[in-house]
């Protein structure tokens, strides 16, 4: 799948990007203190299951052969709202060195364009309250701080 930036390409994940896609996960504050890149046992495991549901996208950009971003998108079948489905995205990520270059805005115009293509009508997503520029840049996208969101650690 091609995106909006020359040399860039969105595509499916695959088990070999998993490595890369760890790395992009762990390179920023919030990350390093819970990603664990000497050991991919657990994320081999979550990767099989994403691979395995239809309803799970899981995404890398990809520029001359080096990973550059990544994202989840969910496709959520509901009953409120008259059966809305929506597109959760999850774990956005930017490598560090294509950051400033406009990746994060055509990573999400990809995911609100194919979570429209498989009729969601609604595109959500959560950031942790730490990441004020995140925040700020789903903003300039339209998206609205609608809700306030809630965790709870299971383990």
């Known amino acids: 799948m091609l995106a909006g930036m020359t040399d860039l390409v969105i595509r499916r994940a695959t088990a070999t990007d998993l490595a890369g896609i760890v790395a992009m996960l762990a390179d920023d504050e919030i990350g390093a203190g819970r990603e664990n890149l000497t050991d991919l046992t657990p994320y081999q495991a979550a990767f099989a299951a994403i ?6 996208v899981l995404v890398v950009a990809e520029r001359n052969d080096e990973l550059v971003g990544t994202l989840q998108l969910t496709i959520t079948p509901g009953l409120s709202r008259q059966g809305t489905t929506r597109g959760l995205v999850e774990a956005v990520r ?3 060195s294509a950051r400033g270059t406009g ?42 701080q609608s809700h306030e969101g809630f965790k709870l650690q299971l383990n």
């Open 51 to 56: 691979e395995a549901d239809p309803n799970q």
């Open 103 to 144: 990746l994060g805005t055509t990573l999400m115009e990809w995911s609100i364009e194919e979570a429209r293509s498989r009729g969601c009508t609604v595109v959500q997503l959560t950031s942790d309250k730490a990441r004020a520029d995140a925040h700020r840049f789903y903003l300039q996208l339209g998206f609205e």
């Open 94 to 96: 930017v490598a560090s």
